[in-house]
C-alpha cells in the first residue's frame, strides 16, 4: 500500500467527470488498498479516485462515520448513485483538494446510496448527518462539482485566488 498525492484545486483533473468502474479487478482493490492507506493518512472523512488522479466513479468514507468504531474499516463504494435526498441543512465543509478552505454548503441531512462493494454485490444504505453530507460531498467530486461550486461568486474568486497563490508557491 502507499500514501498517494491528493490532486489540489485548481488543477482541472479535479472537473472531471469520472466514468463507470466497469469491473472490479486486482487493480481495483490495489487502488482501493491505497486510497485506503491515503485518506488515513491525510485524516479525510472520505476521498474520491479523482482526488488521487483516476477518473473513475469510486470513493470511500471512513467507517468510524458509520458505526463509531475506531477500528472500523472503511467503506468503498464503486459506481455509486444517490437514489433519495431528504432534509436540509448548511454546515461548514473541508476538503483534501482544498488543504485549509472551510466554505457553508447546503446539504440534504438524509440520503440513500446505491452502489457496487468490492465483492460485486449491490448495496444500499442511507447515511444522516455528516454521513449524509460526506455521501453527497464524494459523489460531487465523481460529477466534476467542487466545494466552490456552492458558493457565491465573491467567495469563488477569493478561494480560487488564494489556491492558485498557494499553488504558486509549491512551484
Avoid: W
Avoid at 454548503?105 to 446505491?114: D, G
Avoid at 447515511?127 to 466552490?148: C, W, Y
Amino acid at each position: 500500500m502507499a500514501v498517494l498525492p491528493i490532486v489540489i484545486y485548481p488543477d482541472p483533473r479535479l472537473r472531471q467527470v469520472s466514468q463507470p468502474v466497469e469491473a472490479i479487478t486486482d487493480n481495483i482493490r490495489r487502488l482501493v488498498d491505497d486510497m485506503k492507506e491515503t485518506m488515513y493518512a491525510t485524516q479525510g472523512a472520505g476521498l474520491a479516485s479523482i482526488q488521487i488522479g483516476k477518473p473513475i466513479r469510486l470513493f470511500l468514507l471512513d467507517g468510524m462515520l458509520i458505526d463509531n468504531d475506531s477500528k472500523a474499516d472503511a467503506i468503498v463504494l464503486v459506481n455509486p448513485e444517490i437514489i433519495s435526498y431528504e432534509g436540509s441543512e448548511e454546515g461548514d465543509e473541508g476538503c483534501l483538494s482544498f488543504p485549509g478552505i472551510f466554505v457553508p454548503i447546503t446539504r440534504a441531512t438524509r440520503c440513500t446510496v446505491r452502489a457496487t462493494n468490492l465483492d460485486n454485490e449491490s448495496v444500499e444504505f442511507t447515511g444522516e448527518g455528516i454521513v449524509s453530507r460526506a455521501i453527497q460531498h464524494e459523489t460531487d467530486h465523481l460529477n466534476g462539482r467542487l466545494i466552490i461550486d456552492h458558493v457565491g461568486k465573491l467567495k469563488r474568486k477569493l478561494i480560487d485566488r488564494r489556491m492558485r497563490k498557494a499553488e504558486a508557491k509549491t512551484h
